[in-house]
């Protein structure tokens, strides 16, 4: 089983949707993350959060919402899904420790709105 | 203004050349990571540096930090080496800000 799962892998959406893509883990990371990847424009962070009470915003959060629901779970929402949102969505994990540890990438979801 | 720059864009390699990929950025970093995409979508963390030198198998990751600037070799490429590398790095003014490059595309003909 994979250790970090994303849930859909793939959804089309119309515009002012709400929508949520979910994260979880197994390998009991307390960090995780949620990026977008456009073509072109590489990979770019939306939110972060270190632990469960730990929320933060990353480069592009406009838009988007995340709730850490346990150390294992971390969900993206998009409140109003507009088109300029459609992308592939990753969602990471790493340990804690000394500076940045290895990442660890879910499959990515890739979202279309309509 | 990208904080991370990555050279080549493309890479076209015939089986069993040696590959150079190269990175360099602008801010301070705690941490320089490389990642690897395959065609299917799926990303996989190769290696973290702070400071020297990293081997694992046919891949080693440098990195100068005087210079702002980390390569990735790959040794006796294999067409399955084909993917797109990332590098990432961790540093900025908060030393929290993620900032990653656009990718290399490497493709290893047989």
């Known amino acids: 089983d994979a250790d970090v799962t994303q849930t859909p892998r793939n959804r089309i959406t119309k515009t002012g949707k709400r929508i949520m893509l979910e994260c979880s883990q197994t390998?009991?990371?307390?960090?995780m993350y949620w990026y977008r990847q456009d073509p072109g424009l590489g990979l770019r962070l939306i939110y972060y959060?270190?632990?469960?009470?730990?929320?933060n915003k990353g480069e592009i959060s406009d838009g988007y919402s995340v709730s850490r629901q346990a150390q294992a779970k971390f969900s993206l929402s998009l409140e109003s899904a507009i088109p300029n949102q459609t992308a592939l969505y990753f969602c990471?994990?790493?340990?804690f420790g000394q500076g940045y540890n290895e990442q660890f990438f879910g499959p990515g979801t890739r979202l279309t709105v309509l | 203004k990208n904080e991370v720059e990555q050279s080549p864009q493309n890479l076209t390699a015939q089986e069993g050349e040696f590959i150079t990929i190269n990175c360099s950025y602008s801010?301070?970093?705690?941490?320089l990571h490389w990642l690897q995409q395959h065609p299917g979508g799926g990303i996989v963390s190769l290696f973290m540096?702070?400071?020297g030198k990293k081997k694992h198998g046919r891949l080693i990751a440098t990195i100068n930090i005087q210079e702002k600037h980390s390569s990735l070799h790959i040794t006796a490429s294999h067409p399955r080496d084909s993917a797109v590398y990332i590098c990432?790095?961790?540093?900025?003014?908060?030393?929290?800000?993620?900032?990653f490059g656009t990718g290399t595309s490497l493709t290893v003909i047989p």
């Open positions: 990471a994990t790493s340990d």
């Open positions: 390998k009991g990371h307390d960090r």
């Open positions: 959060s270190f632990d469960v009470k730990d929320i």
């Open positions: 801010v301070g970093i705690s941490a």
């Open positions: 540096l702070s400071s």
């Open positions: 990432a790095v961790v540093g900025g003014y908060t030393g929290n800000q993620f900032y």
